[in-house]
């Protein structure tokens, strides 16, 4: 074991780590998973609290999966899809047409969340400029959004330390405020009483920029990395109005809020809101194999139809789209769904963690929790009066995160929030018993 993690130290690069303290801090050495829990080389068993980096839905190895992957390896390991078109992807196209909202009724797949929110990007500009309107090229996003690490995912997300070595590289757009209620951007001091005041940025920011912005992008009610920050259904609902009428694109990132993670299998559900463009990866395969998908309308398709050698054509592709054993593991966990009624137990696990986050309110570091269906955050502050963050490299946070590991929890801390992003199949027992050993780790 030793000798291994001397020799990842040697050869890795890890993501988002400082290297320079790895050595002091090695990474943990994984030798197995089995449903929720991960094993280490010496025996040792940690919940998968953060479900894999967020893609991980119904567990390690579900039998289903393990068996779809292992059959299409006997058939079909990997064509191109240029030309070239096989029956798992056809499948799953067709599946997810049937379960995503209405009027979506193309997709294109591409290997992760960041390809499959740079298509999209590129479409919409795209399909402006063969609309006529090549004036149209920007978007709107939020102030604190986190779309990946491409150079077209980091131009719409928010400044920060995902993106401000990079700047350089990147193209400009409009950043309105984001709907953070616990730092309410219109001074509201109530987050049950403020409604949606805060849809007043977007609105304002279309009003002047409507005729230079191709599309509205949002993670639909949960920003992600932006800290696990909930805003109402009612703002996404508005927002998606508000597109409409000022006549620009409205893509969804439910890169990580679909598949069930928000209590419906997409979080745009929620709202009733149906965008032009909806962005797919993590959950598809419930975190096994590499795929993403962006569906979008059959306008946006149309745009793109013209006579061969027509400069319409979308030129953009991946050795890997539609990869027929990454597509089918995406059918083995729709399969799951539809078989093991994963929605309805989804309810009834938020409403525990609902309830059982409770005893965190009490406790002097927590100034915010946020939950919305398998997932919970505890925002970390100074002084609970003025809501002075704890900073994010605070000794405090990293003693969390140890404390954690001691206590079979993995608690990878995002700036100065602590959360958990569950499995669909955690358990009740098992549930109770993360957040007893979350709450003994937040010292």
């Not at 797919?280 to 050698?309: E, I, R, W």
């Not at 539809?338 to 409770?358: C, M, P, T, Y």
């Amino acid at each position: 074991m030793t000798d291994l993690i001397q020799k990842d130290l040697t050869y890795n690069w890890h993501p988002y780590a400082q290297m320079s303290i790895q050595q002091a801090n090695p990474p943990l050495l994984i030798e197995k998973a089995q449903g929720i829990k991960l094993y280490d080389a010496s025996g040792q068993w940690y919940y998968d609290t953060i479900s894999s980096w967020w893609c991980n839905i119904h567990g390690h190895l579900h039998p289903g999966m393990v068996k779809a992957i292992k059959q299409q390896l006997d058939q079909l390991d990997h064509t191109l899809f240029a030309g070239i078109t096989h029956k798992p992807a056809i499948e799953l196209s067709e599946r997810l047409i049937n379960i995503t909202p209405d009027g979506l009724q193309r997709v294109f797949y591409s290997d992760n969340g960041s390809t499959a929110v740079e298509v999209a990007l590129k479409m919409s500009v795209q399909y402006w400029r063969n609309s006529g309107k090549s004036k149209k090229s920007k978007f709107i996003s939020f102030d604190r959004a986190y779309h990946g690490d491409t150079a077209g995912c980091m131009s719409v997300s928010g400044e920060g330390a995902f993106t401000q070595a990079f700047t350089p590289l990147m193209f400009s757009g409009y950043k309105i405020p984001t709907p953070y209620c616990y730092r309410c951007p219109m001074g509201h001091t109530d987050k049950n009483t403020c409604a949606t005041a805060c849809i007043k940025f977007l609105e304002d920011a279309l009003n002047e920029h409507a005729d230079t912005t191709a599309a509205v992008i949002f993670e639909p009610l949960m920003l992600c990395a932006g800290g696990m920050l909930n805003y109402p259904a009612a703002y996404l609902a508005e927002a998606a109005r508000l597109s409409k009428e000022y006549n620009v694109h409205l893509i969804l990132d439910e890169v990580a809020t679909g598949f069930g993670r928000t209590g419906t299998m997409f979080a745009c559900e929620q709202a009733e809101v149906s965008p032009d463009f909806l962005c797919l990866s993590k959950g598809l395969t419930s975190g096994m194999l590499p795929l993403a998908a962006t569906l979008t309308t059959q306008d946006v398709f149309n745009a793109f139809l013209g006579p061969l050698g027509s400069n319409k054509t979308f030129y953009h592709g991946h050795t890997f789209t539609a990869n027929p054993i990454g597509c089918s593991a995406a059918l083995a966990s729709l399969d799951i769904f539809a078989e093991e009624g994963i929605l309805s137990h989804v309810q009834e696990l938020s409403q525990e963690l609902r309830k059982g986050i409770d005893i965190f309110n009490d406790h002097p570091l927590v100034g915010d929790i946020r939950t919305i269906g398998t997932v919970a955050a505890f925002e970390l502050v100074k002084d609970k009066k003025t809501k002075e963050p704890l900073p994010g490299n605070d000794q405090t946070i990293r003693d969390i995160y140890s404390k954690g590991l001691e206590n079979n929890v993995i608690l990878r801390p995002m700036g100065n929030v602590i959360y958990l992003f569950l499995p669909l199949i955690t358990t009740l027992e098992e549930l109770r018993d993360i957040i007893s050993r979350t709450h003994a780790s937040i010292i």
